[in-house]
């Protein structure tokens, strides 16, 4: 029989305060505010301490520490700054955490954690109260006197399923001696001149060599292979400068900081993995980093059965790189948006045109703002066919949405654009599927379905390509095809930006193909998706008029009209088609609602 693997180390278990009653008000914003929580704050705090997030429960987290120090520093860090981002909440809507903390021998499965002290961290934690930290007598003895903290002795406390009664102490601070620094002691101690080494000016990136966590020497091929795949795909994503193969080996070591790979590399973020032997099965891990601070921006997990990895190979770097992207281009958003507008160049432009369209809604304000970044980027590279192809392909869904209005001119302009754009990057898969969109959307069908048949056939990876060659073919009345290209460009990127758009499109044409429960399931994922977006919330309203339920209909048309005020039944008309306009008259004027539009 095989030995049962355990170690000791310290586990924390967080939770949030009255989850469910968070849920019951906003589920879509409770959902965002706490997946933001976890990736700004919690998973960075983490790296910073040496921490490994075991597992995610729902509106919870457990976490190991080799050190108590370390795990209690990153308690009182996470907390503080929970404190600092609910200061100007609503008390009401404020996500709120409860931390418990125990030191102690714990069983070992692959990745997880199980036994009697994964569950004493759990029952600490109930006891712990909102926004405070309660830890065992066993982490009390390891840190006390070692850190700038207060403990309050709570005695021996009966917990619910555990035997013998447990020590227990709630932890104090105080805000100020818990400020967070700008940069780990870590990367000061690898600085040549002892200080914080400043992030590169462009978006760069480096991939290095993937460690084997196991005995077996067979798993260094799969490594191997794996970090050279992703260098391949990532050398896709366009606007990202990145580092070869050839220079990123050097550093297989894993002692070696990331701060100093930013620093001799001069790359702003860095992508590791590991590899490692799970019973019969393989496990992939992969993470992207800032590389100046080691603050961990994504990670993910991949497992295969052994007989399968070497044939897999390729899948699992595919699916790397599908979570990676949207990860690595937010990002890069929220560091062009700290700089100023003058060190902003024509691919800054670029993306901050992506950054102005997620999670904004969909209107006017934004549609021209997007807009005039990317004409920002052409002035100063008129060359740059992306920007262009993105330019035409926002006049075309801004037209058809009913945002703007497009006059002749404009649309012959922008399909100006489109093909200027072909003519300068013919070969670039991300170029041929905006700008294909952009046709499509602009009236040139079967223009656009030949330039996004190219798009696919350069890179079958492109789930935006993807997804408007489904909508053309749609559009062209061939509902099948293309709600089955849909529906494989957005499995193709399922942490894209731009589901609840594409979401919203896919439920639009089975409404057309008269499926209207497929058409609601997608209504309210696209919802969920992006709750900004109010196109969703009218495609709901019509499915839900088809199935008959009249009343969950005006529900939904008045939560549209809720998310864009200005909201028009020639709106609607332009972005669902005529019929649909028709469909929602006599609902539109049974939802009355002071200050929302008539017209």
């Known amino acids: 029989m095989a030995r049962e693997q355990r170690r000791l180390a310290a586990i924390l278990a967080a939770d ?53 120090v370390d795990a ?31 030191l ?30 309660v830890i065992s007598g066993n982490v009390h003895d390891a840190v006390a006197g070692r850190l700038k903290a207060t403990f309050d002795d709570l005695g021996k406390l009966d917990l619910k399923n555990i035997e013998r009664p447990v020590p227990a102490f709630r932890i104090g601070w105080r805000p100020a001696d818990w400020r967070l620094p700008e940069a780990s002691s870590r990367d000061e101690a690898h600085s040549p001149t002892g200080a914080p080494s400043a992030p590169p000016d462009k978006p760069s990136i480096a991939v290095r060599p993937f460690f084997v966590l196991s005995e077996d020497k067979g798993l260094e091929f799969l490594a191997d292979g794996l970090a050279e795949d992703v260098i391949t795909l990532l050398a896709r994503v366009p606007g990202f400068f990145l580092i070869s193969r050839s220079s990123s080996l050097v550093f297989r070591n894993r002692d070696i900081p990331l701060s100093v790979i ?56 595919r699916g790397i790189i599908v979570e990676l992207e949207p990860a690595l281009t937010r990002a890069e958003i929220a560091v062009i948006r700290r700089q100023r507008p003058e060190n902003v160049d024509a691919w800054g432009f670029y993306h901050q045109a992506a950054g102005t369209l997620a999670g904004k809604g969909w209107n006017e304000e934004v549609v021209r703002e997007a807009m005039g970044f990317l004409q920002r980027a052409l002035d100063l590279d008129g060359a740059f066919a992306l920007a262009r192809a993105q330019l035409a392909l926002l006049w075309g869904l801004a037209q058809n949405t009913g945002i703007l209005l497009c006059s002749a001119e404009q649309r012959a302009e922008a399909l100006f654009q489109a093909e200027r754009a072909i003519t300068a990057d013919a070969g670039s898969s991300e170029v041929l599927g905006y700008a294909g969109c952009a046709l499509a959307d602009l009236g040139q069908i079967e223009r656009g379905r030949e330039i996004l048949y190219q798009a696919v056939e350069i890179d079958p990876s492109n789930a935006q390509a993807e997804v408007a060659l489904g909508a053309a073919l749609a559009i062209s009345g061939n509902f099948e095809g293309g709600i089955a290209h849909m529906q494989h460009g957005i499995r193709l990127s399922p942490r894209d930006r731009r589901l609840g758009f594409w979401g919203w499109a896919l439920g639009m044409f089975l409404l057309r193909a008269n499926r209207p429960k497929e058409a609601l399931e997608e209504a309210g994922l696209a919802a969920r998706r992006d709750p900004s977006l109010h196109l969703p919330r009218i495609l709901e309203a019509l499915a839900q008029v088809a199935l008959g339920d009249i009343e969950a209909a005006r529900t939904a048309l008045r939560a549209a009209r809720r998310l864009r005020p200005v909201l028009t039944l020639s709106e609607i008309e332009a972005s669902n088609g005529k019929r649909a306009a028709k469909v929602l008259t006599d609902l539109w004027a049974a939802t009355p609602t002071p200050g929302w539009s008539k017209n």
Do not use: C
């Open 16 to 68: 949030v305060v009255g989850y469910s009653r968070l849920m019951g008000l906003d589920e879509s914003g409770t959902l965002a505010r706490l997946q933001e929580h976890r990736k700004q704050r919690l998973e960075p705090t983490l790296a910073r301490h040496g921490g490994r997030l075991v597992k995610l429960t729902g509106d919870g987290a457990l976490a190991e520490f080799p050190s108590a």
């Open 72 to 102: 209690v520093s990153a308690a009182i860090e996470f907390q503080q700054q929970m404190a600092e981002a609910n200061r100007d909440q609503p008390e009401g809507t404020r996500i709120v955490f409860r931390i418990g903390m125990h």
């Open 104 to 133: 102690g021998d714990l069983i070992v499965d692959g990745d997880d954690l199980y036994g009697d002290g994964v569950n004493i961290t759990a029952r600490l934690e109930a006891e712990a109260p909102p926004g405070g930290i």
């Open 262 to 317: 930013s620093r001799q590399l001069g790359v702003r973020y860095v992508v590791e993995g590991s590899v490692r032997s799970v019973g019969d099965r393989i496990r992939v891990s992969a993470q992207l980093s800032e590389a100046v601070n080691g603050r961990v921006l994504w990670s993910g997990k991949f497992e295969v059965a052994r007989s399968e990895t070497f044939e897999l190979q390729d899948d699992i770097a």
